[in-house]
């Protein structure tokens, strides 16, 4: 394991990570247009979304040089080869396949593996990850984000996924997560570019105040 964590500036500038699932690459720019104007720095295309492979190149081309695009559920090397073909810089997945781990950081892209122990979140340290997709955040809740906090680098992010609301924020922030991976609460298929901006805001707005406080 390193002993310094290189840090993303995409991320550090607004840690929500925007997941498009279901997202169509007729509508992904316009999308991806609300959500950088609502501060939003990184976004995922879910592989299983139509054509994300196409979201993504479209994505890629349209903000690559002010946000991170990549790709969620991400679960072969082949995958990971795909995502840096179509320009994406970003591998989210549900699990920590140490392979794919590995293929992400050989190819020069940012590694998110989805963990649900210490053991998994420690043992895809050891293979180059970037940061710790907890997930589900259903399942890892405020009070087991604090254990985790206490015994994981500092310099490691820690991003609930799953069933996170500008609601219920505050209480993972106070435990010491470091931002979020949004899901349907920010977008899903059939959302206009105006209503993922407003969804957009009122998540920027109550992370921004987890912070004031």
């Known amino acids: 394991m390193a002993d310094q964590r290189a840090v993303d500036p995409h991320f550090s500038a607004l840690p929500l990570i925007a997941i498009l699932r279901g997202v169509r690459p007729d509508e992904a720019v316009a999308i ?8 939003f720095r990184v976004i995922e295309v879910p592989l299983n979304s139509p054509e994300p492979l196409e979201s993504i190149r479209r994505l ?6 002010r946000a991170r695009i990549g790709a969620g559920t991400v679960l072969t090397t082949q995958q990971v080869h795909d995502v ?4 994406g810089t970003l591998i989210v997945s549900p699990n920590a396949n140490p392979h794919v781990i590995r293929a992400t950081k050989t190819a020069g892209l940012w590694s998110a593996p989805g963990v649900a122990t210490p ?6 340290l050891d293979v180059g990850a970037d940061m710790l997709k907890l997930f589900p955040a259903e399942q890892i809740v405020p009070g087991v984000v604090k254990a985790w906090r ?14 996170v609301t500008p609601v219920n924020m505050h209480e993972f922030v106070a ?21 993922v901006r407003r969804a957009a805001d009122a998540f920027v707005a109550a992370y921004r105040g987890c912070r004031a406080t």
Request: proline content about 7%; charged content about 15%.
């Open 150 to 163: 206490a015994v994981f680098p500092r310099d490691v992010p820690l991003v609930p996924v799953g069933g």
């Open 84 to 87: 840096a073909a179509a320009g």
């Open 119 to 124: 053991t998994e979140g420690f043992a895809a």
């Open 60 to 65: 890629a081309a349209a903000f690559g040089d």
């Open 32 to 39: 991806g247009q609300s959500l950088l104007d609502a501060g």
């Open 175 to 195: 435990a010491g997560a470091d931002g979020f991976g949004l899901g349907s609460a920010l977008y899903k298929p059939g959302m206009s570019s105006a209503d």
